[in-house]
């Protein structure tokens, strides 16, 4: 009898390397455990630095499947969780470039609570709202490694295999985005 | 702009412990901390359907289209992509001037054939790899028989532009520095492009 609840060597999650293989030996359905392990963080990254749900919903699906049909140019499995979010951030890149400044609005941004929500929420979605504003005057290259940094909690390594930029490159950007975004907080307090 | 402190970014980095910050530090090091733990609660549709469903939507492989070519009637075309070198210009004339034995391989009117030529001197293999291949390797191996560094391969592709790139002793990704044409390849680098066309009849 297999006793419920035991945890064996087979129990375990899957690496990345082994989800990979598994993938590239025919198995698609596995790319399911891809998606299900980096989808949350990669959506919330395309989000932030695209400021809109749908297009950040496009910019992750579109980059899970270019991923999927380059798997095997994944050079090392190991890292691709840095791989994903380098396919996706410049999935968000691309439409950066593509959307001009006139097509942002706060329009885009997620509505604020609804009036029954509790007090607390709705003034955590007002806060929530001024820092998106505050983060939307940053460029894309400041607001990504804040985002990176802070929101996703990268190190300057993982950073720097996401973005292809030299450590300090990134180091530097990062301190300017800290300022940059204290100074649009101060305005829109 | 905002002065911040190297001190602070140093406590940001996560270097230094937070405990020795002024007041005013720690004023700017909250405001950031709450930026951040705000902008980490993004609730997100979730994509995974829409993703599985292009996953499981099956592709015509290489093999699968080879397949169809030879069960297919077709008409020779011939595409020619832009010569590398004097020695490729001299082998491809070589070729042209051959005569044909028996019927050949015939392509259809979608079809041309395609030559991938690079100089790799010392490489122990090489190999291309691209949209064709859904860029696995293994599927077009090039060959260097007169060990000048030179490698070649020909391969029957469908009309239209594909995107590749050289796999070196299996391991180096090597963009085609001649191919004339590029695109990005959606993770920092660059893909070389070949568009293989039907030579007039």
């Known amino acids: ?189 | 702009m905002t002065h911040i402190d190297p001190q602070l970014h140093r406590v940001l980095d996560g270097e230094l412990p937070s405990d020795d910050l002024t007041p005013s530090q720690r004023e700017q090091f909250a405001a950031l901390q709450r930026a951040a733990r705000l902008l980490a609660d993004a609730p997100a549709a979730s994509v995974a359907a829409r993703v599985m469903t292009e996953v499981r939507r099956p592709r015509q492989s290489l093999g699968q289209r080879f397949a169809q070519w030879l069960t297919e009637r077709h008409t020779v075309t011939i595409a020619v992509r832009p010569v590398w070198s004097l020695a490729l210009a001299a082998a491809l004339g070589a070729i042209a001037v051959i005569p044909a034995r028996g019927p050949g391989p015939v392509l259809g009117e979608q079809e041309g054939i395609a030559q991938f030529v690079g100089r790799f001197p010392g490489a122990k293999s090489v190999e291309v790899v691209g949209s064709f291949t859904d860029w696995r390797p293994g599927a077009v191996v090039l060959r260097d028989d007169d060990h000048d560094g030179i490698w070649r391969a020909s391969v029957v592709l469908p009309v239209g532009e594909h995107e590749y790139m050289f796999v070196v002793d299996g391991e180096r990704w090597i963009t085609d520095p001649l191919a004339g044409r590029y695109v990005d390849d959606g993770f920092g680098r660059q893909n070389a492009l070949i568009f293989v066309r039907p030579l007039a009849r």
């Open chain 1, 1 to 189: 009898m297999i006793g419920a609840g035991v945890l064996s060597a087979t129990d375990r999650e899957p690496t990345d390397g082994e989800v990979v293989a598994q993938v590239l030996a025919g198995d698609a359905e596995a790319f399911g455990v891809v998606i299900r392990r980096y989808e949350a963080g990669l959506l919330r990254y395309a989000t932030r630095m695209l400021g809109h749900p749908d297009a950040a919903a496009d910019a992750v699906a579109e980059g899970l499947v270019r991923a999927y049909r380059h798997l095997a140019t994944c050079r090392d499995p190991s890292r691709l969780k840095s791989w994903l979010y380098r396919i996706v951030g410049n999935r968000c890149r691309s439409h950066l470039a593509r959307r001009s400044t006139s097509d942002l609005s706060l329009d885009d941004a997620p509505p604020i609570a609804d009036p029954q929500d509790s007090e607390a929420a709705t003034e955590r979605a007002e806060q929530l709202a001024q820092v998106e504003r505050a983060l939307e005057t940053l460029s894309p290259e400041k607001r990504e490694a804040f985002l990176l940094k802070h929101v996703e909690g990268m190190s300057y390594e993982e950073m720097a295999q996401v973005t292809g930029e030299r450590i300090p490159t990134l180091k530097m950007r990062v301190h300017r985005a800290r300022a940059a975004l204290l100074e649009a907080l101060k305005e829109y307090e």
